[in-house]
């Protein structure tokens, strides 16, 4: 048992030994304690922001339809950082809006550079991809069913929360034969405590605060507003309006 835990502790070490020799640094291990957590050690050696973040499943990339694809704004890696587990990362990412599924680059070395590994999901708190944040919200605190919402607007009294995802449909490619099309959906929800409502247009804010439409209305008008999905500016500029108001639900 011990013998298998030095090899697991030499395979853990072979990936950094260039940088290590570089650096000419040496780590004592002679009172390490095997039975313990290795990678608790590592981390506190080495530190949270060297660390590569190597844990998940392979995952395998889907056929590429001809024109569109699967993922949020572009399907080319995108640097970006996560907090999985607690601890922040700094990562090449995908984020895959069809299936609702993070993805990150294993920079290990130069071999496994093309390889896609898919996180456990749960353990992902929050990531930000192409300059949107996303957080992970499960059961009563999710608009709708449990997955990963983009904060689009975060104020004392309100929250604008999206649903960013895309729907699969066939046409008739090259040659005849089918050729996968993703869409864009996008489910956008005004939410204050637990209570959410979906944005259609502005009768979302009129339920929301029912007692106050008129108001809503007047400003709406005032500020020439048209909202509905898509019109980002417009839907923040209403909600940060309403929120300042510190209305009653």
Not at 31 to 50: P, T
Not at 124 to 132: H, K, L, M, T, W
Not at 242 to 249: D, L, R
Request: with cysteine; charged share 25%.
């Amino acid at each position: 048992m011990l013998m298998s835990r030095i090899t697991l502790l030499t395979l853990f070490f072979v990936p950094y030994l260039p940088t290590c020799v570089q650096g000419q640094t040496q780590y004592k291990i002679g009172n390490l304690d095997l039975d313990g957590k290795i990678n608790v050690w590592y981390d506190s050696l080495v530190g949270l922001e060297r660390t590569p973040l190597i844990e998940g499943s392979f995952y395998p990339f889907r056929t590429k339809a001809l024109k569109t694809h699967e993922y949020f704004v572009q399907d080319k890696w995108d640097l970006g950082t996560l907090i999985y587990k607690g601890q922040v990362f700094e990562v090449n990412m995908l984020y895959n809006i069809f299936q609702d599924i993070l993805i990150v680059q294993n920079t290990t070395n130069a071999q496994t550079m093309v390889e896609p590994l898919k996180l456990s999901q749960n353990l992902i708190s929050r990531f930000e991809i192409n300059s949107a944040l996303f957080v992970r919200l499960v059961g009563d605190e999710a608009p709708d069913k449990t997955g990963f919402y983009q904060v689009l607007g975060n104020y004392p009294q309100l929250k604008v929360f999206v649903k960013r995802m895309k729907s699969q449909s066939f046409e008739n490619g090259r040659e005849g034969y089918p050729s996968v099309v993703f869409s864009t959906i996008d489910y956008y929800y005004l939410m204050r405590a637990k209570k959410s409502v979906r944005i259609k247009n502005k009768k979302a804010f009129f339920q929301m605060f029912d007692s106050h439409k008129e108001e809503i209305k007047e400003y709406i008008r005032s500020n020439n507003l048209l909202i509905k999905p898509g019109n980002d500016v417009d839907i923040l500029i209403l909600t940060k309006f309403c929120s300042e108001k510190n209305w009653e639900v």
